[in-house]
């Protein structure tokens, strides 16, 4: 099937060495042809010089649009989609005990799952996203996570990367001090606190990604997912790297988001957890780290020089207190950076363009030296080429070019945000907010067009998702609220203790005793 983009200033997002032609990557007043799934030409008055004769359906008269490439959130949490609003002045290991308390909640459904996915998703495309990578996380260990994740995004049209989460180990096995640190009575009510077999997390994997690697014309993909590597056991990571490698797919996972998971490594191995991580032979370019926070220079310096990537998380980040992503740091040595809103509890958005704002501002605040500070360019990036390579697609997206995936979002160019249009990427960077997206569109069909969803009646959605979302606020929530309060103090604790053993900045040095 071929589509015709009339007439629209196409931002190519080509890296400046890239196409001679283009005046820093844009192109004005062009026409793109999709033929298929793919971008086959890009040029002025296309319809005439190919002598194309298409149905009026088939054309996007584009005049007054600015097409970009799709953006890519390559680290998202969907199934925290019912939580937006819910937690506040939480760090990490505080927060995660009220969204992902070890016991006293029952596991969510596959119904559950879609309906948050969906969410997330439609938040997803009106703000201009073609691809998520969702971390979807399940705890209980089954395939319901993925099944209803994936149907959420074969009902949308996205491109999705979902992800089978995994962790061997539980919760406190992964936290310094915590064990010696809770009470009798807790201990009991935390129960066993051991997860399914390494063996059969794998297997987990292998049964999800039987049933949707390569669905809806291979824009599902399933993808590994170590929740963190203080999460897993050696075992666990070193069947999770032959995975990978068996069927060349990425791997996902958190690492040294917070000072605490960075004085778990040290006092558990003695090294930092990227020198663990290369011992166990699991950097690579599949291997993308999520926030990578408390990396070391010799951290990054390893990082770049396997290929590897970082997703910055600017809302998360900030909202949990964890500590600015040393962006630049990463760019120069190699590494790839790709942008993500992180979850719906900590982001409090699947908006990928607040993201995007956050990305392009956020590091200014590392150093008062401007030569050494993200650029909106450097953001914009992230949120297209670097998310693209974060999956292993960079010969497929983040760029419009003859040849790449027809991923592409029109954004009105009459939103105040882009008048005028000095700049087109730092004002999306910048200026613009999500209502400026007009028109999705995926694989070379439209998703959304003159923001209506195409795929989906969003009003029934809307209402199925109200329904589920207060029926689990004021029956499930509070279940999980009480679980939380029985473990919090002896979490306090730890993380207080945690950040007493940081107090240098020298926090690679071993730690004082």
């Known amino acids: ?44 008055d296309l ?28 680290h998202l949490h969907s199934n925290e989609s019912f939580e937006q609003g819910m937690s506040d002045n939480l760090p990490l290991e ?39 990578q969702d971390d979807v996380i399940n705890l209980a260990g089954t395939t319901a996570s993925v099944d209803g994740a994936c149907r959420a995004y074969a009902e949308l049209g996205l491109r999705a990367w979902v992800t089978t989460s995994l962790g061997d180990r539980g919760l ?81 996972t958190h690492a040294l988001e917070t000072r605490t998971q960075a004085v778990t490594a040290q006092r558990e191995l003695g090294r930092t957890l990227i020198a663990y991580l290369d011992d166990l032979d699991l950097l690579s370019p599949r291997l993308t780290l999520n926030h990578g926070i408390w990396l070391t220079d010799d951290d990054i310096a390893r990082l770049g020089a396997a290929g590897s990537a970082v997703t910055h998380n600017p809302l998360s980040n900030q909202k949990l207190g964890s500590g600015i992503c040393r962006v630049r740091r990463l760019l120069d040595e190699g590494v790839t950076v790709a942008l993500g809103t992180d979850g719906l509890a900590t982001s409090d958005t699947a908006d990928m363009l607040t993201a995007l704002h956050a990305g392009a501002l956020l590091n200014k605040l590392s150093t008062p030296d401007p030569a050494r500070w993200a650029s909106a360019a450097d953001a914009f990036a992230m949120a297209t080429r670097g998310g693209a390579a974060s999956g292993g697609m960079a010969d497929d997206l983040g760029r419009l070019m003859p040849g790449m995936k027809a991923d592409i979002v029109l954004f009105d160019r009459r939103h105040w945000g882009f008048v005028p249009c000095n700049d087109p990427v730092a004002q999306l960077a910048y200026s613009v907010g999500a209502e400026a997206a007009d028109t999705v569109i995926v694989d070379g069909q439209p998703v959304m067009r003159h923001r209506r969803l195409t795929r989906i009646d969003e009003e029934a ?12 606020r004021s029956e499930i929530k509070p279940k999980a609220i009480a679980a939380a309060d029985t473990l919090t103090p002896a979490m306090t604790a730890m993380y207080e203790r945690a950040i007493s053993e940081f107090a240098t900045q020298d926090w690679a040095a071993p730690l004082r005793r």
């Not at 936290?175 to 807790?186: G, N, R």
């Not at 959605?461 to 689990?472: G, L």
């Open 1 to 44: 099937m071929t589509l015709l983009i009339e007439r629209a200033r196409v931002v190519t997002g080509a890296p400046p060495d890239g196409d001679p032609v283009t005046k820093d990557g844009v192109l004005e007043d062009h026409d793109i042809l999709v033929e298929g799934d793919r971008i086959a030409a890009i040029g002025p």
């Open 47 to 74: 319809a005439r010089r190919r002598g194309l004769d298409l149905a009026p359906d088939r054309i996007i008269d584009a005049r007054g649009l600015i097409a970009f490439p799709g953006l890519v959130n390559a």
């Open 94 to 132: 505080l927060w995660r005990l009220r969204t992902y308390p070890p016991f006293g909640v029952p596991p969510l459904d596959e119904e559950d799952y879609r309906l948050r996915a969906l969410m997330a998703g439609i938040q997803s495309i009106r703000s201009g996203v073609t691809t998520v």
């Open 172 to 252: 406190l096995d992964s936290h310094p001090f915590l064990e010696e640190l809770i009470t009798p009575e807790v201990r009991q009510l935390i129960g066993a606190d051991r997860p399914m077999p390494a063996r059969d997390q794998i297997a987990l994997f292998e049964a999800n990604h039987a049933r949707w690697d390569g669905a809806e014309d291979g824009r599902i993909r399933i993808i590994l997912g170590p929740r963190a590597p203080q999460r897993c056991t050696p075992e666990l990571l070193a069947l999770v790297g032959e995975a990978s490698e068996r069927h060349g797919c990425p791997i996902h």
């Open 461 to 472: 959605v809307r209402e199925a998702v109200i329904d589920r979302a207060e029926r689990w």
